[in-house]
């Protein structure tokens, strides 16, 4: 809760310091992967987006399917998208489409695709 809490605060190296401390104890549970989702949202929410994309990756290979794999997919997408990287924003993209077609992300798919194929388009996530 401390970790979420500054997050919220945008005290960012708190919420790291607090997160990573649980993380240290707890490895695989329903807790570690709430606690690690989070602690990649602290690394999107400061800007350190390399620090961002591993820790996605890994929770998703970590955590398959898990209650937060259509949040973390997501967030690869729009960082990708972002950073220029658009064939890995698209795969990442065609992977949210199949695996959630009905998900928020899925809507916007063509907007996405379009984006990439005019960069002057795009937009924050």
Known sequence: ELGRLALVAEEYDSAREH?????????????????????????????????????????????????????????????QQQSGACPTAMALLDEYVALYPAGPLARDAEVRRRQCRDPARLRQP
């Open 19 to 79: 997160l990573d401390r649980l993380l240290d104890t707890r490895k695989s549970d329903a807790l570690a992967l709430s606690a690690r989702y989070l602690r990649c949202r602290v690394d999107v929410a400061a800007g350190a987006v390399k620090k961002a994309v591993p820790c996605l990756t890994q929770l998703r290979a970590d955590f398959p399917r898990s209650s937060r794999d259509q949040e973390a997919l997501a967030l690869l997408v729009s960082i």
